[in-house]
């Protein structure tokens, strides 16, 4: 190894910052496109290196139609009930559960949901279709943590890892911490036999946005 | 917030500063080498706490306390990114290399602030992150070395910032994370895992600087069978905890790192009875062979979230006519630990509370082995409030040493005890997920004062304490109210430390004899980066970044809570930004 290199741009002068900026606006873009061969043909641009861990799962999956269900705990899958929610409770970290198939779509944590059933439903409000029931990411939208905590006396998810707290009654909305994204919600309908059933999937792509 | 001098006196020892051996080359990039570690120039600052020993200190003294009021900002650099900017500037003959959260890592010309390369990890899309932040790169010849969120370490051509390889020292999926600065010695970059909090068995790990290739592999708990395992029940050792997510030092002489060990995991004792061996502990390892030649366990079968991962500074000291090649280490539990380092074993000498410490009824004086207030420590089905909090008297934001002072500095929280109990039960480890043993919802209104403050008047919080190295006693301390004091130190040869960390985004020079506040500037987010030192060209530069979150963040947080109406905190922004400073020309 050599002891001494010379520095590619060390010199101000020799830099070509609108070079970098362009690739970076550049790669957003092919990004956004989906693309990793997009970011491999991104590389030539520059001479600062960006690796690419390995390929990870690619995210949600939960589908219209889908139950939820709790897993892990060693019980069969059982699709959750309205009956299981009493107001004013919530259950997390959830999963959902293909009824084709039975089983639950595990294979991403990102399909995490927090299921929950406000008390006193106004009247003349769309959530008196679901007695109260509402579905969200179980997903921080700060740093991908599991939004473990709910409040019930303020309405508000709370996330353990940086104190992000999400209004419930607001869409998740941020309402206090370093989060500055909502939460991902998931419209949801009570079927015939009470269960709950996703009617859509997430409102946007749960994860950190930030 | 207020400033309280309570005494001001100095016991100034002779400088003992290493000025080393010149760069290899004044133009290209200087190779670092071992001599250069050993020995760092005055001019740069080649790891994170600049030395070795861990002290801290720049021996540069064209900044002093007479003409600290004339700093003026040279350049700043947004770094883009949120969360909590932690890790030093570190400088290499005129080439900085910063670390951010997001493990991004930006090279700059150190004298104008002209960005050279910025590398950019790309983190897994599923990633989570607890403690989104990192504590700086390892310099070693042409490279630079990142621990990684995902529990990786690369190393990057120090002039490119091309990746030259990457080894993965642990599993992201299971919630283990790297968060710390490597630790280079003898060829090899020295990395740990962090963890405690979702269950995992901390270890160590060297690979090889040229090729990336695992030398050695160390658990932090030992299995059945090696010393120390006899103090850990059935399989608790497999999820005991201490992780390792501070750097450790290193004493060249005896070629022997000095790793700091997180808490025991779960954090209730009764789910894991036992000493928990090496919890909370310094353990001395070979560097050549990973083997552990001594420890020293501070306290035993954690109850209170009190890391020790902190690496005690090796600094040496007179205790009843002898000179002491001492290891001393301000303890997440209060304590400052007087300990003798050697070629293996680890001797305690003598500690103290350095804060309210209610949680300990006495320390064995010749083992250093604390026995515990029953009432005082939390259990499955027990509630106790206790103090220091569960960030203790010092969590990571480290110490710093002046060896013309002859002091140690402390950045405390005073005054701040938790209350928590477990959940009744036991929840079975999901990998990859939290594993406190305590609900949630009592962390998050766990906080409380001290029962001795009155609580209707502002609290001092923070305490920037300066200790008497030969003799062991506090010579002064300076304090702030109601605030978060997440402060790493710098001090410097010109009788000065830096320090942030208080909510008002303030950063701070005092005077490093009295403790008086000489000149402080507003950020444009809280300061809890590691300051550092270097020059170029003849002039002195102090260095940080700003970016406030992780445990300031969650600090702050829980504050809020336990704090009037009126004496509430302001808001903290986030986003990082690099200072340089440098006196008015």
Redesign the interface.
Known sequence: ??????????D?AS?N?EV?LNRRSLLSKLTAAGGAAALCCGQSF?????????A??S?ASLKAGDHFTRV?DGAGLSAIRLSDLPAGAAIMDVMPLDPATGKAREE???NAVNLVRISNVPSGSPLEATQGVMAYSAICTH????V??W?PEQNRW?C????SEFDVLANGEVV???ATQPLPTIPIAIDAEGIITATAGFSSAP??A? | MKRRVVVSAICALAAVAHYGAKPVQADGYSAVTDERLKNPEAENWLSWRGNYGGWGYSSLEQITADNVKDLVPVWSYATGLTEGHQAPPIVNNGVMFVATPENNVIALNAKTGTEIWRYRRKLPKELFQLHPTNRGVGLYKDRVYLATLDACVVALDATTGKQAWETCIGDWKIGEYSTLSPLIAEGKVISGVSGGEFGVRGAITALDADSGKVAWKTFTIPAPGEPGSNSWRGEDWKTGGGSVWMQGNYDPDTKLAFFGTGNGAPWMPDTRPGDNLYTSSVIAIDVTSGAIKGHHQYHWNDAWDWDEVSAPLLIDYPRDGKDVKGLVHAGRNGYLWWLERSKGDINFVGAESYVEQNAFDKIDKKTGRPSYNQDKIPLLNKSAKFCPSLWGGKDWPPEAYNPKTGMLYIPSHINLCSEYGGAGTLDKLKPGELWLSVPVDVVFASLRFSDKVDQTKPVPTGSLQAFDIKTGKRIWETNFNDTPFWAPLLTTGGNLVFAGGTADRKFRAMNASSGKILWETSMPSGVTGVPSSYSVDGTQYIAVQAGWGVDAERMHALMQKILPADRKLPTVPQGGSIWVFALKK
């Open positions: 190894m050599s002891s001494t290199k010379p520095f590619s741009g060390a101000p830099r910052t970098s520059t001479a600062a290196a960006e690796t690419s861990a390995d990870e799962p995210g892990g991403s944590r990102m740093k991908g943590c599991k473990n905590s409040a709370r353990f890892c940086h104190m206090d911490g370093p994860g950190a930030d």
